[in-house]
């Protein structure tokens, strides 16, 4: 069974930096692109980045102005997203998806930035 | 970016009643587009892929077709299991879009 446990989340404020992490298993992960993807209930679905099976290749949302780094560690399963600067719209619940096509979705961890 | 066009953005419908839900892409997106369900403080599940594949375990009842820029996902009969929140998302190119969702409500 493919598990995708998103954690890191929580409240910060605005200026403040975060960490996310996506554990996952049940599927070959060192072969599976990986994105992160944000949920607000005004905004809905917002694609944040997404990274090759080996790192090769790294995609972000030209929204994030740089401000956002993922990665992922092959040996631990793990997926990750450094968010520098955050802002208040930065709120939302963050999801890491598997694939190319994003075929298994974890839960998402929330994320509130608020002074 | 591709903006993808999603209709109705809710509805409301009976058990039984045949659903059907459509996005529009904005330019050419081959057929890479998936249908996903959601409910409240689940994750999104994939129901269709490739645009007219059922993913494995899905009820036969819902189906996808798609026609140039037009996808559409039909639910041929509403079950009590399948009110949620709907949505097409395109993955042809990064950053991937999405539609902004239907809720599909009992009626």
């Known amino acids: 069974e493919v598990q995708l446990v998103e954690s890191g989340g929580g409240l910060v404020k605005p200026g403040e930096s975060l960490t996310l992490s996506c554990a996952a298993s049940g599927f070959t992960f060192r072969t599976s692109s990986m994105s992160w993807v944000r949920q607000t209930p005004g905004k809905g679905l917002e694609w944040v980045s997404a990274?090759?099976?080996?790192?090769?290749?790294?995609y972000y949302a030209d929204s994030l102005k740089g401000r956002f780094t993922i990665s992922r560690d092959n040996a631990k399963n793990a997926l990750y997203l450094h968010m520098n600067s955050l802002r208040a719209e930065d709120t939302a619940l963050y999801h890491c998806a598997v694939g190319g096509d994003g075929i298994y979705w974890g839960q998402g961890t929330l994320v509130t930035v608020s002074s | 970016d591709i903006q993808m066009t999603q209709s109705p953005s809710s509805l409301s419908a009976s058990v039984g009643d045949r659903v059907t839900i459509t996005c529009r892409a904005s330019q050419d997106i081959r057929n890479d587009l998936g249908w996903f369900q959601q409910k409240p403080g689940k994750p999104p599940k994939r129901l269709i892929y490739g645009a007219t594949s059922l993913q494995s375990g899905v009820p036969p009842r819902f189906s996808g077709s798609a026609s140039g820029t037009e996808f559409t996902l039909t639910i041929s009969s509403l079950q009590p299991e399948d009110f949620a929140t709907y949505f097409c998302?395109?993955?042809?190119?990064?950053?991937?879009?999405f539609g902004q969702g239907t809720k599909v409500e009992i009626k």
């Open positions: 990274i090759t099976s080996s790192s090769n290749y790294i």
């Open positions: 998302l395109q993955h042809d190119i990064y950053p991937w879009t």
